[in-house]
Structures are given as structure tokens and as C-alpha cells.
């Protein structure tokens, strides 16, 4: 369903039903994190905020967006192809 995660202190990591692009994940104006599910009637739309990483059944250990030095563009696309495990 549609949740808020707050992860508060130490190391916080948001897990997803689906693949990762099955996702569209974007940073809002006061720096929290909107995930949305692209599959109707699984995951639905979270709002995150300290949370450091993204696991999804394709990949794992993806970093939020706040938790890089360079953080990603929302326009980036991650291609997974072949067998895991992917890092």
C-alpha cells in the first residue's frame, strides 16, 4: 500500500515485491524520496526519508538517491541483464 518510512538513525534499507524498473523514483522539493510502483495493486506510492538503500527482487543494495556523493539524476535508467547476484 501507500506508506511513509522514516528510517531514523543507523542503516535503513526499503524493500520492493518487484523489479527495479518497475519503479519510477523521484527526489521532492524537501528532499524525501517518492517511490511509485508501476504495477497496480502491489506496492502502491511510499514517501522515504532516511532510508539509505533500495532492495528490489532484481537487484539489491541500489543507494537512495541521498546516500551518494553524486546522487543520480531521476532521469537515470540501471539495466540488469544476466544472473545476480547484481551489487
Known sequence: GNDRLHGGAGFN???YSGQLEEYVISVLGDGSIK??????NRDGTDI????NKFNFSNVLGVNTPNNQANPFTVNDVISITGNGPHI
Open 13 to 15: 534499507v526499503a524493500q
Open 35 to 40: 517511490v511509485v510502483d508501476t504495477v497496480a
Open 48 to 51: 522515504l526519508t532516511g532510508i
